[in-house]
Nanobody, 125 residues
Framework: VQLQASGGGLVQAGGSLRLSCAAS????????MGWFRQAPGKEREFVSA????????VYADSVKGRFTVSRDYAKSTIYLQMNSLKPEDTAVYYC???????????????????WGQGTQVTVLQ
């Protein structure tokens, strides 16, 4: 399977962007799909995730209340709606697939086995 992330761009602080991540194959109900980001000089960090079957969601504290993850079952696509963007949200955003839907390990990048190519999000002051 391949994941294709898109939707990044340049936006003013306080603005919004919606990222998309399309899978080339069917996503099974026992999978979990996640979003991570990596800023220059920093480690990749967890942003959000959604279980494909039940649609349960998880968010990092830094984005809670501003970002919303969702899925389109028919299109095998997940979305990340990002509102009230801040300069500290600037990063390359990656989508990834985790081959189980355990929430307990959702923040660990090592538990994801397929990654998209990343899309740049830049938030200006």
């Amino acid at each position: 399977v391949q994941l294709q992330a898109s939707g990044g761009g340049l936006v003013q602080a306080g603005g919004s962007l919606r990222l998309s991540c399309a899978a080339s194959e069917r996503i099974f109900n026992y999978y979990l799909m996640g979003w991570f980001r990596q800023a220059p000089g920093k480690e990749r960090e967890f942003v959000s995730a959604i279980t494909w079957g039940a649609g349960n969601t998880v968010y990092a504290d830094s984005v809670k209340g501003r970002f919303t993850v969702s899925r389109d079952y028919a299109k095998s696509t997940i979305y990340l709606q990002m509102n009230s963007l801040k300069p500290e949200d600037t990063a390359v955003y990656y989508c990834a697939r985790k081959s189980d839907d355990s929430i307990a390990t959702v923040t660990s990048a090592r538990r994801y086995d397929v990654w998209g190519q990343g899309t740049q999000v830049t938030v200006l002051q």
